[in-house]
Nanobody, 120 residues
Framework: QVHLVESGGGLVQAGGSLRLSCAAS????????MGWYRQAPGKQRELVAG???????NYADSVKGRFTISRANANNTMYLQMNSLKPEDTAVYYC??????????????WGQGTQVTVSS
């Protein structure tokens, strides 16, 4: 059993900042890659930022220069620092992990999501 738990969402004014965290726990052998996705009402889920086990990152064009993804491999935790937030960043943010379990299964897991609301 593997669990991904997000935290750090909330309500913030435009121009403000939030930091999201995602903690992975359970029967984890190794985490290959992690990422943050978001889904706004009426829209498809989209990739916000991703990070590999060796620290390579990629970002959606809409967040480049404003968001920073990072991870602490020692405790299987990932972060998303979000600065200069805009109303269009409002969405439910989901943590994703591609990992190998202790039983050597290669699986894709999702967190339950955390709401981010940016007011204008």
């Amino acid at each position: 059993q593997v669990h991904l738990v997000e935290s750090g969402g909330g309500l913030v004014q435009a121009g403000g900042s939030l930091r999201l965290s995602c903690a992975a726990s359970g029967s984890i052998f190794s985490i290959n890659a992690m990422g943050w996705y978001r889904q706004a009402p009426g829209k498809q889920r989209e990739l916000v930022a991703g990070i590999t086990s060796d620290g390579r990152t990629n970002y959606a064009d809409s967040v480049k220069g404003r968001f920073t993804i990072s991870r602490a491999n020692a405790n299987n935790t990932m972060y998303l620092q979000m600065n200069s937030l805009k109303p269009e960043d409002t969405a439910v943010y989901y943590c994703n992990a591609v990992l190998t379990t202790t039983s050597q299964r290669f699986l894709n897991y999702w967190g339950q999501g955390t709401q981010v609301t940016v007011s204008s």
